[in-house]
């Protein structure tokens, strides 16, 4: 099969582009729901957990939205790039990096309120998804990996996705760094991904 071609498995990733965009549209367009309810925020998790969840739909503006469906079309030609065999190994990973990512960022802070440092922020957005995913895939590149938590993936390496997703990580990592954009979204994201990958 064309790598450029229709995969009976797409729905995974048009399902996730399609809930973005709705949830964009309920709180950004026509502003059914305030998106501030559904932010990632540290000292509401304990009693709002849904937030773990809710946090990756909501998107700061549209660019924010469109890069990060961007980000969704990158991995799909990534996975099909590498030979996937999976029906749902986009969507498990969703699902297993919201805790992980969080379980992350938890560790993170932690360490800083040993020190007696408490942040105060929000978090939104899927970036940390796509990061988990190029981690993920940028080891993948290299090695192969032929199952993920016991199911047959069958990714094989490949040299063109290992420069690709090279670039792609190295760009934004620097771009991590500019105003208004979580390095710490980003960072615990590409680690998450590179342990999902040796697990």
């Known amino acids: 099969m064309a790598i450029n071609s229709i995969s009976k498995?797409?729905?995974?990733y048009i399902l996730s582009a399609s809930?973005?965009?709705?949830?964009?549209?309920?709180?950004?367009?026509?502003?059914?729901?305030?998106?501030?309810?559904?932010?990632?925020?540290?000292?509401?998790i304990s009693v709002q957990p849904y937030?773990?969840?809710?946090?990756?739909?909501?998107?700061?503006?549209?660019?924010?939205?469109?890069?990060?469906?961007?980000?969704?079309?990158?991995t799909r030609y990534f996975l099909m790039r590498l030979g996937i065999e999976s029906k749902f190994f986009y969507l498990k990973f969703i699902f297993?990096?919201?805790?992980l990512n969080f379980f992350i960022i938890w560790v993170y802070e932690k360490i800083l309120s040993y020190f007696n440092i408490f942040p105060n922020y929000a978090a939104l957005g899927f970036s940390g998804i796509i990061y988990a995913l190029y981690g993920f895939l940028l080891l993948t590149s290299f090695f192969g990996k032929k199952?993920?938590?016991g199911k047959e993936i069958g990714f094989k390496s490949n040299y063109e996705v290992q420069k690709m997703s090279m670039t792609i990580c190295l760009i934004g990592l620097i771009f991590s760094f500019l105003p208004g954009i979580s390095l710490l979204g980003h960072l615990s994201g590409f680690i998450a991904g590179c342990f999902l990958f040796l697990i």
């Not at 973005?20 to 559904?38: A, G, M, N, P």
């Not at 773990?52 to 939205?65: G, P």
């Open 147 to 149: 199952y993920f938590l």
């Open 9 to 12: 498995n797409d729905w995974q």
């Open 51 to 74: 937030r773990i969840f809710t946090s990756i739909l909501v998107h700061a503006d549209l660019n924010h939205l469109l890069s990060n469906l961007g980000g969704i079309i990158i």
């Open 96 to 99: 297993i990096c919201s805790f």
């Open 19 to 44: 809930l973005l965009i709705i949830v964009f549209i309920i709180t950004d367009l026509i502003r059914v729901f305030d998106k501030q309810f559904l932010y990632f925020v540290p000292r509401l």
